[in-house]
């Protein structure tokens, strides 16, 4: 009676769990189409296949905002708005970086059958990481994203770095996800469940008894929330993986991967390691006397102090963009740290923002390594004057990466300072920190702009650079959302705010 009982809740989940499907027939056909259809001129609709897949599962995720937040698969994933913004943004994601993948000469020629295959897994792994409420349904969550990521970062099989890159992934995701079993382990002894929202209630008693084990806990599932987020000390695969990786899936992993990492960390911590202030109906209180706030906060302080300082010595535009990414990890985590409904919207605001300028700043990367076949920023002399058009969006870009108006990173950070300085004077130092960790920022940004504007190439380098008219399109397509919203973000604001809001019960 009880299995039938568990079968009917399963089958009764199925209509809600319709854009996963979608996800799961995509790659199915892809699969099928690259047997069927073993040629080089194949490629082609390969991609058509796993764009049109991933569209038409946006338009199932944006129907499914007119239904009620509920709990799916006796309570192993949930259906809320919180979940579906991510997904949007994975989405986005991924759309982008196949129409990268069709444009780059780097997968030219190569069979790209498991590569979009892989793209597809990657993505559902990451829907299922955005509405996991178990345990065990975030470890395999995860670990289907990581193992799909080992694989497309060593996709160029012939090239040293790409193996390299893989081989780095894979090790230290493994270290990382073993720690991070290990924290569950420890919380399901101490609590006997494996569901986020009865872990809070349990967790009070079992902080009281052991406050040791609990923070233990904690510091080992951080391990893998910071593994995914490309956090200190758990950063170190970041720079050879992007750097090895094909840069179109470089571009993805900075903002896919790293979305999911911090939608599951969210919801871990509010769900199952906080309780509503009984002050406040915005504001949340960290479990018994387990300071986890303030070591996300030394954790936030850490990460973009490290990528930003490093980031200063680089001369590969790949690796500079790897600590660039990791420093602003460091950013989206000052919102995560203050435990309000402000924070976790200025998070979630700088995801989309974080999306938009470091897609459009890889695209350009994408270009020049296909016009001048290096990646090295000393390459870059002069590109102001050969290909001006992506010259001046990566100029857009940069800027809104290091947060100067108008662009939407100026905003982003205005929300994230904001959270900080309204939550109290206790984190106003690390609003100094994320201050001095911008200006600093604006160095290793403004030196690739004097390399493209300020140096003239060389008289055989002279020549003005053809760039393909879909690749122009694509960026002016990134172009207009930086300055748009950077000028009028109340939609943006809008759409983020009423995610936070559902997720959380208020309103």
Do not use: C
């Not at 470890?139 to 012939?158: D, G, P, Q, T, W």
Request: hydrophobic content about 55%; charged content about 10%.
């Amino acid at each position: 009676m009880e299995f039938s009982h568990f079968l009917q809740i399963n089958l009764a989940s199925l209509p809600y769990f319709i854009p996963e499907l979608m996800l799961v027939a995509t790659l199915l056909a892809l699969i099928i189409i690259d047997l069927v259809m073993k040629k080089p001129s194949s490629s082609g609709w390969l991609a058509v296949v796993a764009l049109a897949g991933v569209l038409i599962t946006l338009i199932t995720v944006v129907n499914q905002y007119n239904l009620d937040s509920r709990s799916l698969f006796n309570g192993m994933l949930v259906l809320d708005h919180f979940s579906l913004f991510f997904k949007v943004l994975f989405l986005l994601a991924a759309s982008l970086a196949i129409l990268f993948s069709m444009a780059s000469i780097e997968l030219a020629g190569r069979p790209v059958g498991e590569y979009f295959t892989l793209l597809i897994a990657l993505v559902l792994g990451m829907f299922l990481m955005a509405a996991s409420t178990n345990l065990i349904m975030i470890y395999i969550s995860i670990e289907l994203v990581s193992i799909s990521s080992f694989v497309l970062a060593a996709y160029i099989k012939r090239a040293t770095r790409s193996s390299e890159a893989g081989l780095k992934y894979a090790i230290y995701g493994a270290f990382s996800s073993g720690l991070m079993l290990y924290g569950f382990s420890l919380l399901y002894g101490l609590t006997g469940t494996l569901d986020l929202y009865q872990l809070a209630n349990l967790l009070s008693d079992a902080v009281a008894q052991n406050p040791l084990v609990v923070f233990l806990a904690v510091l080992f599932i951080l391990a893998g929330f910071g593994y995914k987020i490309a956090a200190v000390p758990f950063h170190f695969w970041a720079p050879d993986v992007y750097e090895g990786a094909p840069t179109p899936m470089t571009a993805f992993f900075s903002v896919g991967p790293k979305a999911a990492g911090f939608a599951l960390l969210i919801r871990f911590f509010v769900s199952g390691m906080s309780q509503p202030s009984l002050v406040e109906s915005t504001v949340w209180q960290a479990i018994g006397n387990v300071n986890w706030p303030q070591l996300l906060a030394v954790i936030s302080a850490a990460t973009m102090t490290l990528g930003n300082l490093i980031a200063l010595v680089q001369n590969n535009v790949k690796r500079l963009l790897a600590y660039s990414s990791i420093a602003h990890a460091g950013y989206a985590l000052m919102g995560t740290v203050v435990l309000t409904q402000e924070g976790y919207f200025a998070t979630l605001f700088y995801l989309v923002a974080y999306y938009l300028m470091n897609m459009g700043a890889f695209l350009v990367v994408i270009v020049f390594q296909d016009l001048i076949g290096s990646e090295k920023i000393d390459d870059y002399r002069g590109l102001g004057y050969r290909a001006p058009l992506p010259a001046v969006a990566m100029g857009l870009f940069l800027f809104s990466l290091t947060g100067l108006p108008p662009t939407v990173g100026f905003i982003g950070k205005f929300y994230l300072f904001a959270a900080l300085i309204k939550a109290g004077e206790q984190y106003y130092w690390l609003a100094v920190v994320g201050v001095l960790n911008s200006v600093v920022s604006l160095y290793y940004y403004v030196k690739i702009m004097k390399y493209m504007f300020l140096d003239r190439p060389s008289e055989e380098k002279a020549t003005a650079l053809p760039v393909a008219f879909g690749m122009n399109i694509m960026l002016i397509v990134l172009m207009v959302p930086i300055l748009l919203f950077g000028l009028y973000w109340a939609p943006l604001q809008e759409f983020t705010r009423n995610s936070i809001q559902f997720f959380t019960g208020v309103f």
